[in-house]
């Protein structure tokens, strides 16, 4: 069982930036940011493979959004640059244990969430 708590959510205005952290109770395979609005499917935002580093991110997001994690590969960062009200979401921190892929529907572990909004 892998333990999630997420950080750093808040308010900002558009054009602004936000670091959301996540911190693992371990070592995990892959771990991963998705975010959800009310009567909204969770969307896959970014993601990385623990292993090689390899990323992967959502068009929407995609030059404006950096995932990256700690040396030790129990903490996840999701760096946010030049938001926009769509961007207005909960945001929820993924991870998946060993073995296996590294795609948006193998996570199975989740954080509480926190909360992003970005006003116009």
């Known amino acids: 069982q892998v333990r999630l708590v997420e950080s750093g959510g808040g308010s900002v205005q558009a054009g602004g930036s936000l670091r959301l952290s996540c911190a693992a109770s371990g070592y995990t395979y892959c771990m991963g940011w998705f975010r959800q609005t009310p009567g909204k499917e969770r969307e896959g935002v970014a993601r990385?493979?623990?292993?090689?580093?390899?990323?992967y991110y959502s068009d929407s997001v995609k030059g404006r959004f950096t995932i990256s994690q700690d040396n030790a590969k129990t903490t996840v960062y999701l760096q946010m640059n030049s938001l926009k009200p769509e961007d207005t979401a909960m945001y929820y921190c993924?991870?998946?244990?060993?073995?296996?892929?590294?795609?948006?529907?193998?996570?199975?572990?989740w954080g509480q969430g926190t909360q992003v909004t970005v006003s116009s």
């Open positions: 993924a991870a998946k244990g060993p073995a296996g892929y590294c795609r948006w529907e193998d996570f199975g572990y």
């Open positions: 990385v493979f623990s292993g090689s580093g390899s990323t």
